[in-house]
C-alpha cells in the first residue's frame, strides 16, 4: 500500500498507519489505515480505483475518505475484532477455503470451550499468552470472547478486545483447543492469567485461520481524548505497579513506546 500510494504520487512513499498489525499468514477483512496526502490527492474521485490499479490481487481498497481531525487509524481505535475459524473431525476443510480455516484432524467440544472463555473476559494480565516484547505491558481488556459453529458446521472463534498484544489470539485459541479436546479442564486457560509469565505449555496454532473482521472507533468529536487513553500506560485497577511498570514511568509519562496497541508484527 505504501508503494502504491508512492506511484500516485510520484515521490516516496507516506508512511502508513494501520489499525492492527499482524503476522505473515494471517488475513485481515476490515483493516483501517491512514496517511497523511496532499489535499488535492486526498480528493481525487480517482483515488481508490488508482490505488486498486496499483496492488497486487489480495489487496483491496474498500474505501477511501478525508479522516476528521484527531483520527489515527492505530490509537484512536476502541476495539479490535478478530475471528478463528477450524473444522474439526473427519471432515476435511472445502478446499476452496484451506487459506482461510484450520483443518483438525479431532472433534472439538464446542460446550466446554464455551465455559473456557468466560474467566477470559475482563482485563487481565495476559502475559501467559503473550510473547513479550521489551517495554510494553501484556494487559489487555477482552470484551467478546466465543464459539460457535456456522451453518457450514465450521467453528468460529470471535474475540474483540481494546488490544491484543503478540500471539495473544492464536494463543487463546490454542489454549482452548486443549480444552474442546478434553486434555485440560475448563478452567485451566483462566488459570494460566495468574502465571506472570509465557506459558509454554499453551499451543500457537497456524496463522491463516485468523482474520482481524472489524476495527471500532469513537464519534468523531472523542477521537483525540481516545488516543490520550490509548497511549498511556496500563496496569491493572486496584493493583500497584510492579518494578517493571514502575521503571516505564516518570511523573506520570510513559518513557517507552505506548503499549496500548496490537503489537508488532501482530497478534498470531
Given at each position: 500500500m505504501q508503494d502504491a500510494l508512492g506511484v500516485v504520487l510520484r515521490a516516496a512513499p507516506p508512511r502508513l498507519q494501520v489499525a492492527g498489525r499482524t503476522d505473515a499468514g494471517v488475513h485481515a477483512r476490515g483493516q483501517v489505515a491512514h496517511a497523511d496526502l496532499p489535499a488535492a490527492v486526498a480528493a481525487d474521485r480517482l483515488l481508490?480505483?488508482?490505488?486498486?490499479?496499483?496492488?497486487?490481487?489480495?489487496?483491496?481498497?474498500?474505501?477511501?475518505a478525508v479522516a476528521p481531525p484527531g483520527f489515527d487509524a492505530r490509537f484512536s481505535a476502541l476495539a479490535r475484532t478478530y475471528r478463528y475459524r477450524i473444522v474439526d473431525g473427519p471432515q476435511a476443510v472445502d478446499p476452496l477455503r484451506r487459506r482461510e480455516v484450520l483443518s483438525w484432524p479431532r472433534p472439538l467440544g464446542l460446550e466446554v470451550m464455551q465455559a473456557a472463555c468466560a474467566p477470559l473476559l475482563g482485563e487481565h494480565d495476559f502475559v501467559a499468552f503473550c510473547r513479550r516484547r521489551e517495554g510494553a505491558t501484556t494487559i489487555r481488556r477482552v470484551l467478546e470472547l466465543g464459539w460457535e459453529r456456522d451453518a457450514d458446521g465450521v467453528l468460529v472463534l470471535t474475540v474483540r478486545a481494546d488490544a491484543f498484544c503478540h500471539s495473544m489470539v492464536r494463543s487463546l485459541v490454542g489454549a482452548l483447543l486443549a480444552v474442546g479436546e478434553g486434555r485440560r479442564e475448563p478452567d485451566w486457560p483462566g488459570s494460566l492469567l495468574s502465571w506472570g509469565r509465557r506459558a509454554d505449555a499453551i499451543p500457537v496454532v497456524p496463522p491463516h485461520g485468523l482474520v482481524l473482521e472489524h476495527v471500532a472507533y469513537p464519534p468523531d468529536e472523542e477521537l483525540l481524548a481516545r488516543q490520550a487513553v490509548t497511549r498511556s500506560l496500563r496496569h491493572l485497577t486496584g493493583q500497584p505497579m510492579n518494578r517493571e511498570q514502575a521503571l516505564m514511568m516518570r511523573g506520570g509519562e510513559a518513557l517507552v513506546e505506548p503499549p496500548g496497541d496490537v503489537e508488532p508484527p501482530g497478534v498470531g
Amino acid at each position: 500500500m505504501q508503494d502504491a500510494l508512492g506511484v500516485v504520487l510520484r515521490a516516496a512513499p507516506p508512511r502508513l498507519q494501520v489499525a492492527g498489525r499482524t503476522d505473515a499468514g494471517v488475513h485481515a477483512r476490515g483493516q483501517v489505515a491512514h496517511a497523511d496526502l496532499p489535499a488535492a490527492v486526498a480528493a481525487d474521485r480517482l483515488l481508490l480505483r488508482r490505488l486498486n490499479g496499483l496492488l497486487p490481487d489480495d489487496v483491496r481498497v474498500r474505501a477511501v475518505a478525508v479522516a476528521p481531525p484527531g483520527f489515527d487509524a492505530r490509537f484512536s481505535a476502541l476495539a479490535r475484532t478478530y475471528r478463528y475459524r477450524i473444522v474439526d473431525g473427519p471432515q476435511a476443510v472445502d478446499p476452496l477455503r484451506r487459506r482461510e480455516v484450520l483443518s483438525w484432524p479431532r472433534p472439538l467440544g464446542l460446550e466446554v470451550m464455551q465455559a473456557a472463555c468466560a474467566p477470559l473476559l475482563g482485563e487481565h494480565d495476559f502475559v501467559a499468552f503473550c510473547r513479550r516484547r521489551e517495554g510494553a505491558t501484556t494487559i489487555r481488556r477482552v470484551l467478546e470472547l466465543g464459539w460457535e459453529r456456522d451453518a457450514d458446521g465450521v467453528l468460529v472463534l470471535t474475540v474483540r478486545a481494546d488490544a491484543f498484544c503478540h500471539s495473544m489470539v492464536r494463543s487463546l485459541v490454542g489454549a482452548l483447543l486443549a480444552v474442546g479436546e478434553g486434555r485440560r479442564e475448563p478452567d485451566w486457560p483462566g488459570s494460566l492469567l495468574s502465571w506472570g509469565r509465557r506459558a509454554d505449555a499453551i499451543p500457537v496454532v497456524p496463522p491463516h485461520g485468523l482474520v482481524l473482521e472489524h476495527v471500532a472507533y469513537p464519534p468523531d468529536e472523542e477521537l483525540l481524548a481516545r488516543q490520550a487513553v490509548t497511549r498511556s500506560l496500563r496496569h491493572l485497577t486496584g493493583q500497584p505497579m510492579n518494578r517493571e511498570q514502575a521503571l516505564m514511568m516518570r511523573g506520570g509519562e510513559a518513557l517507552v513506546e505506548p503499549p496500548g496497541d496490537v503489537e508488532p508484527p501482530g497478534v498470531g
